[in-house]
């Protein structure tokens, strides 16, 4: 035990030192920068306003979302999962995911330049990429890099509704940070990073269309199919707990979906604003959509399913928020509302797995519409207003850029297959190393006794 402890002291003193030999590489950086760059204090107040909204939108939002759903002996130990991901991806962002996204690297991978976050530019704007490629932004890297982690901290969240009420807590911790840094991190570099290669097709992915909710629905699939179904699936009354907690963590994702893609103009200026406009309209188009499709399928409309079909909506916009117009959202909306409600109800028939919080069916489904009417509705002028020549590249169909189709469903197929493959693979090796279910008899008692021996009430 004296051994143990020893090495384990030994370890932290050795993270401490790393952490305190980046410091002056984090001043240098600092140096490179004209003594008369200014942050704009509006760009930079906008962004850490809406980097708080995106971390509300998993604790308390998706915790509470996922907790309502689940049945009552689940419950503590779902909200526990939203929370532990909070902490894990944090941590794991800072090691070494926001380097493997945002380092420079090639057009897979990035590189090892701000592990530790060695090297961050903390009271200057700063660029990604380099010449012509170049993006700059008007606020320091600190607050890019922490709005950044709350996408990664939410797309890791989000697996955990597919896998609810029978997964073992040691193996989801295990595997969410495995998929952070080899899964999330690799495709937010492809997409977001001026050197990766969806970024280079010319894919256009505002908020986390691929990167987000792509990526997470089908990470979700796959672990639902590994993990195979609940006991008593399909026999047994797995009817939510309290879906009052389940309409606040829909209200909560709702707002914070404001700063998920308004944020995601990287200011507060003309963009910002048309993506909060289109954020709205194609939330409140979602749960219409959906709402209406059950009241004619089943003659009523559920609560369950009226918040569901919001969040189908703000999916489906995430990708186009800042390309289109509010039209173009409402389609959007409306599309997915209806789409991810036959999702839901038919195709998870067809598919036969136990996604537990229909994940895929609201999530990928949904980032995969929004994805491709992004390719059809982007206007590009909306980003290049001074620029029509340059404008028509950012643009979709209905602009004359029919290529762009292709383009999104290029983006759409690798995240799939990345993103699957790689799921699967990890999952096999959680499962060599701690197993990844629970016992039977665990799953009867529920994972809140079973995993935290804690219970509700």
């Known amino acids: ?141 600190t607050i890019f890099m922490v709005f950044q982690m709350t996408f990664a901290i939410i797309t890791a969240a989000l697996i955990t509704g597919a896998v609810a009420d029978r997964m073992k807590f040691s193996a989801l911790c295990i595997f969410i940070v495995l998929w952070s840094l080899l899964i999330y991190s690799p495709i937010a570099h492809w997409v977001w990073h001026p050197n990766g290669i969806i970024f280079a097709w010319g894919a256009l992915d505002f908020a986390g269309g691929t990167v987000v909710h792509i990526n997470a629905g089908i990470a979700g699939l796959v672990a639902a199919y590994v993990l195979g179904k609940r006991v008593g699936y399909g026999s047994e009354n797995m009817a939510p707990f309290n879906l009052a907690l389940a309409v606040i963590g829909a209200a909560l994702l709702w707002v914070g979906w404001f700063g998920f893609n308004a944020g995601s103009a990287a200011g507060a200026g003309a963009r910002a604003g048309m993506a909060m406009v289109v954020t709205q309209i194609a939330c409140a188009a979602g749960a219409i959509a959906w709402m209406l499709g059950e009241w004619a399928v089943k003659g009523k409309p559920s609560v369950l399913g009226l918040i569901s079909g919001a969040v189908a909506g703000l999916v489906a916009i995430t990708p186009a928020s800042g390309w289109v117009f509010p039209g173009a959202a409402l389609i959007i909306g409306i599309l997915a509302g209806l789409i991810c409600f036959w999702g839901a109800t038919g195709l998870k028939k067809m598919l036969g797995a136990d996604d537990s919080l229909d994940v895929f069916y609201v999530h990928g489904l949904g980032g995969i519409v929004g994805a491709i009417l992004t390719g059809v509705f982007a206007y590009g002028m909306i980003y290049k207003t001074d620029d029509a020549e340059a404008a028509v590249a950012y643009s979709g169909l209905l602009y004359g850029n029919a290529g762009m189709v292709w383009i999104q469903i290029k983006s759409v197929l690798l995240t799939i297959a990345y993103s699957g493959i790689g799921s699967f693979v990890l999952l096999k090796i959680v499962d060599v190393i701690v197993g990844l279910r629970v016992t039977e008899e665990e799953e009867r008692e529920g994972l809140d006794v079973a995993q935290h021996g804690e219970r509700l009430g």
């Open 1 to 141: 035990m004296r051994f143990i402890m020893n090495k384990g002291i030994s370890g932290m003193r050795m993270l401490a030192r790393a952490a305190l030999l980046a410091l002056p590489a984090l001043v240098a950086a600092n140096a490179a920068f004209a003594d008369d760059a200014k942050v704009d204090t509006g760009d930079a107040a906008w962004m850490l306003t809406a980097t708080a909204l995106v971390l509300m939108m998993t604790v308390p939002g998706v915790a509470l979302f996922y907790a309502g759903m689940v049945r009552k002996k689940n419950v503590l130990a779902t909200m526990a999962q939203s929370f532990a991901v909070c902490c894990l991806v944090t941590i794991t962002w800072m090691v070494a995911g926001y380097s493997i996204a945002f380092g420079e690297g090639g057009s897979w991978f990035g590189d090892f330049s701000r592990v530790l976050l060695t090297g961050m530019v903390w009271d200057k704007p700063f660029s990604l990429g380099s010449g012509d490629g170049a993006v700059a932004f008007t606020f320091p890297e």
